[in-house]
């Protein structure tokens, strides 16, 4: 069963769907391109020095996917707080990111905290616009797969990215499947996750930077080809 919960705070391959100009509906399962996609070398991730989050297979761990087609996932070390940066991708105000997570705790420790954070096309810095935390409460909590719904607050920005910060106790399990950016004003049946008539956009194309000074014009160099 799929819980849906609105947070105080993606899949078969990564896709960009159109909808209107500046309006993008961004997918993205672990499927592939996970390493070119997600770092823990840029962001605020890379001042943490933390372990990195690990791609895992439904396969070796007797979890049921949240769906069919799914078969992979990102988890964060065993025992340690993780963190990770994803990929760039367009960023809107008022737009809505749904994180598809698994999570069977141990104690209200072990919790999710997303990071929202959006680059100035000017000056090409990057600053965090919110924070959102998926914590196992009230206690006792549910083992199960959860829906973490957040907002993109500040301005519209042409790009940006989110972070991802969990850890928890040794024996608990916190799993991210899935994530999608839904626009302001899309219906979410035109931003599923899993549709069998899709073509994939290649992953590389949104090969995270190396470092902060190539955030700022990453996307316009890459919307060339």
Do not use: H
């Not at 990195?52 to 990102?74: D, H, K, V």
């Not at 920005?157 to 399990?173: D, I, Q, R, Y």
């Amino acid at each position: 069963m799929l819980y849906k919960i609105n947070s105080v705070f993606i899949f078969l391959f990564l896709y960009l769907v159109p909808f209107t100009t500046g309006e993008t509906c961004v997918r993205y399962t672990f499927e592939q391109g996970f390493d070119e996609l997600f770092s823990d070398k840029f962001g605020f991730c890379a001042s943490l020095n933390l372990p990195p989050w690990e791609l895992g297979q439904y396969r070796t761990l007797g979890i049921p996917a949240p769906n069919a087609q799914s078969t992979s996932f990102m988890a964060p070390q065993p025992g340690n707080e993780s963190c990770t940066s994803s990929f760039l991708f367009p960023m809107q105000r008022g737009a809505t990111i749904e994180v598809t997570l698994y999570l069977d705790p141990v104690n209200i420790l072990d919790e999710f905290t997303f990071i929202v954070a959006q680059i100035d096309p000017r000056s090409g810095i990057a600053w965090l616009s919110g924070a959102y935390s998926f914590s196992p409460f009230p206690w006792p909590f549910p083992s199960g797969w959860y829906t973490s719904s957040f907002p993109v607050p500040g301005i519209n920005t042409p790009e940006g990215f989110l972070m991802v910060w969990a850890g928890g106790s040794l024996n608990a399990t916190l799993l991210i499947d899935s994530f999608r950016v839904i626009p302001p004003g899309m219906d979410e049946s035109f931003c599923r996750l899993y549709e069998g008539n899709m073509s994939p956009l290649p992953a590389l194309k949104y090969k995270v930077p190396e470092t902060i000074p190539k955030l700022k014009s990453f996307l316009k160099i890459n919307d060339k080809s």
